[in-house]
């Protein structure tokens, strides 16, 4: 048997509605958001159910068909995209049901539910779903389990394997595997959870997790700081963390990105070598005492700062980061977006290198990101018809990943590895970790997946 | 126009648009009859009131669309467009469309009587063109047969010219939109002015300090076409009129003004019915929702979906054109406010805001093959798959999140079609086909791509690609 064979059982046992092979459905599932890869699968399946998954896993492993789970598609990495055309891409979006547990402190949330979808629902309890990747609204739970992703409220609450207590996980061969219990404490080892997230679904596929949902904060403040020097704002993220202040949100964004947001989208944001914007939440009585004190770091470190908790004047110290990307992505056709982190201690050095490197490329390389936990977002435009621009991108692209390694970082804070970083991921694993530790984890795998079905191509496999 | 990729149901429509002037093709009596005496022939000043090829109609349409929900399953909608020109052939066609859907059709003629006696009512003057009308040939632009609609819109343009008409006042916002938007980048020196209904009774009661009563209170809710209000901007017109009519109480959907919801229609109920019906539920039930007795809104094909969306889900709710209300409530007399210090406020709200939320419409050099594929490679190649635009794409949310019907897998499969993947253009024109050309993608879209244009483009492209084995005079 081959994959049609396997492709007419599948159709046969989970209803041949659910399985499109029509080159014009499967299309649109070549890319990710990545768009730099493409390739269509031979069909995509789309699980409704758990026993979908379970039955593409049973067959494809028997038949050494190859598969690609995919939430929303919006991993930047080409994690999503297939790279045999034999492959089956294994669509959960219609599975997304939610469910909020109040009194146990949980939200249940089946892999296709978006990000958000989960958010709006705790918050109807009032209480909200941290990890807040820009692509919430879009990006779904499995997916971004899947990536280890984060997001803007990384520096206080890290990513999302911080907020999982339990999740369901499907193996090749169809085994159910339920790891961990929706409860805040329990300590079985070794800790099966952290093998699964962010492991891009080289392993397995994820159907549904039991995630931690947290109280609204009763207040926040957002202050905004601009810098003469960007070492300057480096230097006042660094001091304010080290000061003992965990703002929920601290973003950075340099001169290119303001001058290209105010260029691209018409803003009138003051220009300034760099900005710094930090929410900082909470109890009523004390979160003004707070933000005073973040904002008198960020002056002592040269800063000129502005603070606010009115929603709309808080939405206008915002506005330069919330149309980063969009700008960026008006202004240039192409853009290579980097995801690396430094330890906090590093920040400024980090922000000096990549400026070194941008005048030695003479390239346009706005810099914004999550400075709050060192995961920077340097953002390489150029345009996708002129070879030498395309050439130096990959360059810059490379060198930045490498830059993060020196540094003692990593090459990816939050969109993961996919095809995108692979290269430098091994890089990264042999400089820090060693072959010995590449050799166990893919003892893991062959232990897993032996027939290699999972995800093939990505990550270290 | 011909050409095998193009389903039949979009020929019989584009045939009977250009030929007969109303998309089913009953002909020019039925399409002028509501207007016998009502309003002087030809121009008045410059100005005519325009009833389009939709609205005349627009009861017909509903039967039909009626009648093939109870056919599912036996009959689609393209073996019907085959049922029309042999009835026709028999002479039984107008005959027994009147007979069966004579009825629905009042209540659609009764909306554009309302609107002459609205706009009469506060001076406006105006002629109507009867017979000469020229159709606006929208349905050619949503259908992507693009070098048709330049052709027809050219001929209309010098129509007009003759006729001596300056200035359009319609209710039918897609015929508005194809005036004042599509008609400029289509037709060189095109200088015909077109209002919709709504901007101009705003105006005008603005302008004479008009106040009305209804001898009835009664709970509305408006759903905004989205021609109306994400495509023209036109939003704060209408909050404006129901505001002035005591008696009325406006409660906004969840969805409402740019960012209103779609009701199913742009031209999907007329390629995939049963898609249109299923996009159709959740604006339904939102509107519904809302407590409303009744709902208006300001579009023919909009009235239809929800009329027939209402009436399967038994919600026992009521469409209007707004226009009937306002209507309704000026039959009761209009108070005009006596000239106080409340003209410097009325004169204020002579000028409505005009919301902008689109981006720029994206430009071919021609209507060649060549030319299409640039642009629309060039454009899509700049999408980033972020998928904002699926969010809210009212056909990705009504089939489970299926990607190829999504604004940004039709993004990747106009993409592939022009980079010579192997798609089919018959099979890639079906999924773009099965688009309501909301433009929600357009306004999400971070990259400021007009998705909902490269769509109607990607769809022109499919028609005329010669892989297709089709093009004009195929």
Same mark, same amino acid.
């Given at each position: 048997?081959?994959?049609? #064979?396997?492709?007419?059982?599948?159709?046969?046992?989970?209803?041949?509605?659910?399985?499109?092979?029509?080159? #014009?459905?499967?299309?649109?599932? =070549?890319?990710?958001?990545?768009?730099?890869?493409?390739?269509?699968?031979?069909?995509?399946?789309?699980?409704?159910?758990?026993?979908?998954?379970?039955?593409?896993?049973?067959?494809?492993?028997?038949?050494?068909?190859?598969?690609?789970?995919?939430?929303?598609?919006?991993?930047?990495?080409?994690?999503?995209?297939?790279? =045999?055309?034999?492959?089956?891409?294994?669509?959960?979006?219609?599975?997304?049901?939610?469910?909020?547990?109040?009194?146990?402190?949980?939200?249940?949330?089946?892999?296709?539910?978006?990000?958000?979808?989960?958010?709006?629902?705790?918050?109807?309890?009032?209480?909200?779903?941290?990890?807040?990747?820009?692509?919430?609204?879009?990006?779904?739970?499995?997916?971004?389990?899947?990536?280890?992703?984060?997001?803007?409220?990384?520096?206080?609450?890290?990513?999302?394997?911080?907020?999982?207590?339990?999740?369901?996980?499907?193996?090749?061969?169809?085994?159910?595997?339920?790891?961990?219990? &929706?409860?805040?404490?329990?300590?079985?080892?070794?800790?099966?959870?952290?093998?699964?997230?962010?492991?891009?679904?080289?392993?397995?596929?994820?159907?549904?997790?039991?995630?931690?949902?947290? &109280?609204?904060?009763?207040?926040?403040?957002?202050?905004?700081?601009?810098?003469?020097?960007?070492?300057?704002?480096?230097?006042?993220?660094?001091?304010?963390?080290?000061?003992?202040?965990?703002?929920?949100?601290?973003?950075?964004?340099?001169?290119?990105?303001?001058?290209?947001?105010?260029?691209?989208?018409?803003?009138?944001?003051?220009?300034?070598?760099?900005?710094?914007?930090?929410?900082?939440?909470?109890?009523?009585?004390?979160?003004?005492?707070?933000?005073?004190?973040?904002?008198?770091?960020?002056?002592?470190?040269?800063?000129?700062?502005?603070?606010?908790?009115?929603?709309?004047?808080?939405?206008?110290?915002?506005?330069?980061?919330?149309?980063?990307?969009?700008?960026?992505?008006?202004?240039? &056709?192409?853009?290579?977006?980097?995801?690396?982190?430094?330890?906090? =201690?590093?920040?400024?050095?980090?922000?000096?290198?990549?400026?070194?490197?941008?005048? #030695?490329?003479?390239?346009?390389? %706005?810099?914004?990101?999550?400075?709050?936990?060192?995961?920077?977002?340097?953002?390489?435009?150029?345009?996708?018809?002129?070879?030498?621009?395309?050439?130096?991108?990959?360059?810059?692209?490379?060198?930045?990943?490498?830059?993060?390694?020196?540094?003692?970082?990593?090459?990816?804070?939050?969109?993961?590895?996919?095809?995108?970083?692979?290269?430098?991921?091994?890089? #990264?694993?042999?400089?820090?970790?060693?072959?010995?530790?590449?050799?166990?984890?893919?003892?893991?795998?062959?232990?897993?997946?032996?027939?290699?079905?999972?995800? %093939?191509?990505?990550?270290?496999? | 126009?011909?050409?095998?990729?193009?389903?039949?149901?979009?020929?019989?429509?584009?045939?009977?648009?250009?030929?007969?002037?109303?998309?089913?093709?009953?002909?020019?009596?039925?399409?002028?009859?509501?207007?016998?005496?009502?309003?002087?022939?030809?121009?008045?000043?410059?100005?005519?009131?325009?009833?389009?090829?939709?609205?005349?109609?627009?009861?017909?349409?509903?039967?039909?669309?009626?009648?093939?929900?109870?056919?599912?399953?036996?009959?689609?909608?393209?073996?019907?467009?085959?049922?029309?020109?042999?009835?026709?052939?028999?002479?039984?066609?107008?005959?027994?469309?009147?007979?069966?859907?004579?009825?629905?059709?009042?209540?659609?003629?009764?909306?554009?009587?309302?609107?002459?006696?609205?706009?009469?009512?506060?001076?406006?003057?105006?002629?109507? !063109?009867?017979?000469?009308?020229?159709?606006?040939?929208?349905?050619?632009?949503?259908?992507?047969?693009?070098?048709?609609?330049?052709?027809?819109?050219?001929?209309?343009?010098?129509?007009?010219?003759?006729?001596?008409?300056?200035?359009?006042?319609?209710?039918?916002?897609?015929?508005?939109?194809?005036?004042?938007?599509?008609?400029?980048?289509?037709?060189?020196?095109?200088?015909?002015?077109?209002?919709?209904?709504?901007?101009?009774?705003?105006?005008?009661?603005?302008?004479?300090?008009?106040?009305?009563?209804?001898?009835?209170?009664?709970?509305?809710?408006?759903?905004?076409?989205?021609?109306?209000?994400? @495509?023209?901007?036109?939003?704060?017109?209408?909050?404006?009129?129901?505001?002035?009519?005591?008696?009325?109480?406006?409660?906004?959907?969840?969805?409402?003004?740019?960012?209103?919801?779609?009701?199913?229609?742009?031209? !999907?109920?007329?390629?995939?019915?049963?898609?249109?019906?299923?996009?159709?539920?959740?604006?339904?039930?939102?509107?519904?929702?809302?407590?409303?007795?009744?709902?208006?809104?300001?579009?023919?094909?909009?009235?239809?979906?929800?009329? @027939?969306?209402?009436?399967?889900?038994? !919600?026992?709710?009521?469409?209007?054109?707004?226009?009937?209300?306002?209507?309704?409530?000026?039959?009761?007399?209009?108070?005009?406010?006596?000239? @106080?210090?409340?003209?410097?406020?009325?004169?204020?709200?002579?000028?409505?805001?005009?919301?902008?939320?689109?981006?720029?419409?994206?430009?071919?050099?021609?209507?060649?093959?060549?030319?299409?594929?640039?642009?629309?490679?060039?454009?899509?190649?700049?999408?980033?798959?972020?998928?904002?635009?699926?969010?809210?794409?009212?056909?990705?949310?009504?089939?489970?999140?299926?990607?190829?019907?999504?604004?940004?897998?039709?993004?990747?499969?106009?993409?592939?079609?022009?980079?010579?993947?192997?798609?089919?253009?018959?099979?890639?024109?079906?999924?773009?086909?099965?688009?309501?050309?909301?433009?929600?993608?357009?306004?999400?879209?971070?990259?400021?791509?007009?998705?909902?244009?490269?769509?109607?483009?990607?769809?022109?492209?499919?028609?005329?690609?010669?892989?297709?084995?089709?093009?004009?005079?195929?």
């Amino acid at each position: 048997m081959g994959f049609p #064979e396997a492709l007419s059982e599948i159709s046969k046992r989970v209803g041949k509605s659910k399985v499109l092979t029509d080159p #014009e459905d499967v299309y649109a599932y =070549s890319l990710d958001a990545s768009t730099e890869y493409r390739r269509a699968p031979g069909a995509v399946v789309r699980a409704s159910s758990d026993e979908d998954v379970r039955v593409v896993l049973e067959v494809a492993d028997r038949e050494r068909v190859p598969v690609v789970p995919r939430g929303s598609g919006t991993s930047l990495t080409g994690a999503s995209v297939p790279i =045999s055309p034999d492959s089956i891409v294994l669509d959960l979006t219609p599975m997304r049901r939610i469910q909020v547990n109040v009194d146990d402190g949980y939200v249940m949330a089946e892999a296709g539910a978006t990000v958000l979808e989960v958010d709006r629902a705790c918050r109807e309890h009032g209480f909200f779903f941290p990890p807040d990747p820009a692509s919430s609204r879009v990006a779904t739970v499995g997916g971004a389990l899947a990536e280890n992703a984060g997001g803007l409220r990384g520096a206080k609450f890290g990513v999302m394997k911080n907020w999982v207590l339990a999740m369901e996980v499907y193996l090749p061969g169809g085994r159910r595997l339920r790891i961990g219990e &929706p409860v805040y404490k329990w300590r079985w080892g070794p800790d099966l959870l952290s093998l699964f997230i962010g492991s891009e679904g080289t392993l397995g596929v994820i159907t549904r997790a039991w995630l931690k949902i947290y &109280p609204l904060p009763e207040k926040v403040v957002r202050i905004m700081g601009t810098f003469d020097r960007l070492e300057d704002a480096g230097r006042a993220i660094s001091q304010i963390r080290r000061r003992g202040h965990v703002p929920m949100m601290l973003e950075l964004l340099d001169r290119e990105t303001i001058e290209i947001v105010n260029e691209v989208l018409g803003y009138d944001v003051e220009l300034a070598e760099a900005m710094v914007v930090a929410d900082v939440d909470g109890p009523r009585e004390a979160v003004w005492r707070m933000a005073r004190e973040v904002e008198e770091v960020m002056r002592e470190s040269g800063g000129r700062t502005r603070a606010s908790d009115d929603p709309e004047e808080m939405q206008q110290l915002y506005q330069a980061r919330q149309g980063a990307y969009a700008a960026v992505t008006r202004a240039y &056709p192409g853009v290579l977006l980097e995801d690396i982190t430094v330890p906090l =201690s590093k920040l400024m050095v980090a922000l000096r290198e990549l400026e070194n490197l941008r005048r #030695e490329y003479g390239m346009r390389m %706005p810099v914004f990101g999550h400075a709050g936990d060192g995961n920077l977002h340097p953002t390489i435009c150029f345009d996708p018809k002129d070879e030498d621009q395309l050439r130096k991108a990959r360059e810059m692209f490379i060198r930045i990943g490498r830059l993060a390694i020196e540094l003692g970082g990593a090459i990816s804070g939050e969109h993961g590895i996919g095809l995108a970083k692979k290269e430098l991921f091994l890089e #990264e694993i042999k400089a820090i970790r060693g072959e010995g530790y590449l050799e166990v984890v893919r003892e893991i795998k062959r232990m897993l997946d032996p027939n290699g079905i999972m995800n %093939p191509g990505k990550l270290w496999f | 126009m011909r050409g095998t990729a193009v389903p039949e149901i979009v020929r019989f429509a584009a045939e009977n648009t250009t030929q007969t002037g109303d998309i089913l093709g009953l002909g020019t009596e039925q399409r002028v009859r509501w207007a016998k005496g009502l309003l002087p022939r030809g121009p008045v000043n410059g100005t005519v009131f325009y009833s389009g090829e939709m609205y005349p109609v627009m009861g017909y349409a509903e039967g039909a669309f009626r009648m093939l929900k109870r056919l599912e399953g036996f009959m689609d909608v393209n073996s019907l467009a085959r049922v029309g020109p042999l009835m026709r052939k028999l002479g039984i066609y107008r005959v027994g469309a009147r007979a069966l859907w004579g009825g629905l059709n009042e209540k659609y003629q009764r909306a554009l009587r309302d609107a002459v006696y609205v706009l009469r009512k506060l001076g406006v003057e105006m002629g109507y !063109l009867f017979e000469d009308e020229p159709p606006s040939g929208v349905a050619l632009h949503t259908y992507g047969l693009l070098r048709e609609f330049k052709e027809h819109a050219e001929w209309v343009s010098r129509r007009l010219e003759e006729l001596g008409v300056r200035r359009i006042i319609t209710l039918d916002p897609i015929v508005a939109t194809a005036f004042r938007l599509y008609y400029p980048e289509f037709v060189k020196d095109w200088r015909v002015e077109a209002l919709h209904f709504v901007e101009i009774v705003a105006r005008e009661m603005a302008r004479q300090g008009v106040r009305l009563r209804l001898s009835r209170r009664v709970r509305v809710t408006y759903h905004d076409p989205c021609y109306l209000a994400r @495509t023209l901007g036109v939003v704060d017109e209408v909050r404006f009129i129901l505001g002035r009519i005591e008696g009325v109480e406006l409660v906004e959907p969840p969805r409402h003004g740019v960012n209103t919801g779609c009701s199913g229609d742009g031209g !999907l109920e007329l390629t995939q019915p049963p898609l249109a019906r299923k996009v159709s539920y959740e604006r339904i039930e939102e509107l519904s929702g809302t407590g409303a007795e009744r709902v208006l809104t300001s579009c023919p094909a909009c009235i239809m979906m929800l009329r @027939t969306g209402f009436d399967s889900m038994n !919600l026992g709710l009521g469409v209007d054109d707004l226009a009937s209300l306002v209507a309704e409530a000026m039959r009761n007399g209009v108070e005009r406010e006596v000239e @106080t210090d409340a003209g410097e406020e009325r004169r204020e709200k002579l000028f409505f805001k005009r919301y902008r939320v689109l981006p720029r419409s994206p430009e071919p050099k021609s209507l060649e093959l060549d030319d299409l594929a640039e642009m629309l490679l060039w454009e899509t190649d700049k999408c980033k798959k972020c998928g904002f635009c699926n969010v809210e794409c009212p056909t990705y949310r009504a089939l489970d999140r299926l990607e190829s019907r999504s604004a940004r897998g039709r993004m990747t499969l106009i993409n592939s079609l022009v980079r010579g993947d192997p798609v089919r253009p018959r099979a890639v024109l079906d999924r773009l086909y099965s688009c309501v050309l909301c433009g929600q993608c357009s306004q999400s879209c971070p990259v400021g791509l007009h998705v909902q244009e490269l769509i109607v483009y990607g769809r022109a492209y499919a028609i005329y690609s010669g892989r297709a084995g089709v093009g004009p005079g195929a």
